[in-house]
């Protein structure tokens, strides 16, 4: 069997149902726009799990996402959909490519979330783009972004919330959203949330419990997921 698409991260797989796939959570890490590559034992069994939980959670709390269930350690089943090529970010505190951009320190905390899309386009490096850009590209329409505003805001308010309750600060993550295959006026959360996609400090101490401890060699990278899965798991029972 071949996957449908084999990305850096996941594969996603065909099923019986031409609305459904199986998506496959790789060990594979990437950085950089895939420059800076390794593998780490269980990291797709972590972020599988990671993800389910958080889109069971998102599910009940009324946001419509593309989780049908979890097959096993590393395979989630998923509602097919035609993906925005416009990656949504949403940030409470500086850090990353907005300080670069901007000069600003680490660790400032916005008096309000920051917004920001980018044109998903690995070719490309992801760049940063508006509103006007989006409509123009015909990615998305002036609709669906106001929709993608606000559901971006309702996750954030939801994940920050849930994620101080496992003593952790959201301080930036990314989002995609999709056009249901079976019916494309319906757009939900698809992809994957997970130490990945999300920065993720600790309340306490400030350590790092997310992908950046790979992108800056911090070591542990697995450990940091191990314990972002059991606090998540602690906290939604
Ligand atoms: P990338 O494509 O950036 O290398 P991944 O390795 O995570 O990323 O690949 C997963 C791909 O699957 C992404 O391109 C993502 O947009 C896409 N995807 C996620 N959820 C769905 C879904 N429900 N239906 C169709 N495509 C999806
Ligand atoms: N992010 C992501 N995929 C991308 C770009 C960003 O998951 O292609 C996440 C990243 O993990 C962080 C947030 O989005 O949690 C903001 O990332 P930033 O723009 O600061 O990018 P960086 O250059 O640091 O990856």
Not at 14 to 34: H, I, Q, S, V, Y
Not at 64 to 82: A, G
Not at 91 to 105: Q, Y
Request: charged share 30%.
């Amino acid at each position: 069997m071949t996957p449908l698409y084999e990305g850096k991260a996941k594969r996603l797989w065909a099923t019986e149902d031409p609305f459904t796939l199986r998506m496959e959570f790789k060990n594979d890490a990437t950085a950089f726009n895939g420059e800076k590559k390794a593998s780490f034992e269980n990291k797709g069994r972590l972020n599988n799990a990671i993800s389910n939980l958080i889109y069971g959670m998102l599910e009940k709390e009324g946001v419509p996402t593309h989780f049908v269930r979890q097959i096993d350690d590393t395979n989630v089943e998923v509602r097919k959909v035609t993906i925005l090529m416009v990656e949504v970010i949403v940030r409470n505190i500086a850090a990353g490519s907005f300080c670069k951009r901007t000069g600003m320190a680490e660790g400032h905390e916005f008096s309000q979330p920051i917004i920001e899309f980018s044109y998903k386009s690995d070719e490309l490096g992801d760049p940063l783009i508006n509103d006007d850009y989006i409509r123009e590209m015909k990615l998305a329409t002036p609709e669906e972004m106001a929709h993608l505003r606000s559901a971006a805001l309702k996750v954030n308010e939801l994940l920050s919330a849930f994620f101080a309750k496992c003593g952790l600060r959201l301080v930036d993550f990314k989002l995609e959203f999709g056009r249901l295959l079976s019916d494309p006026s319906v757009i939900v959360l698809a992809d994957e949330i997970s130490p990945d996609g999300c920065r993720l400090w600790d309340l306490k101490t400030g350590e790092r419990m997310d992908k950046d401890r790979f992108r800056r060699d911090l070591g542990n990278l697995m450990e940091a997921y191990e314990e972002v899965l059991g606090r998540v798991k602690q906290n939604l029972a």
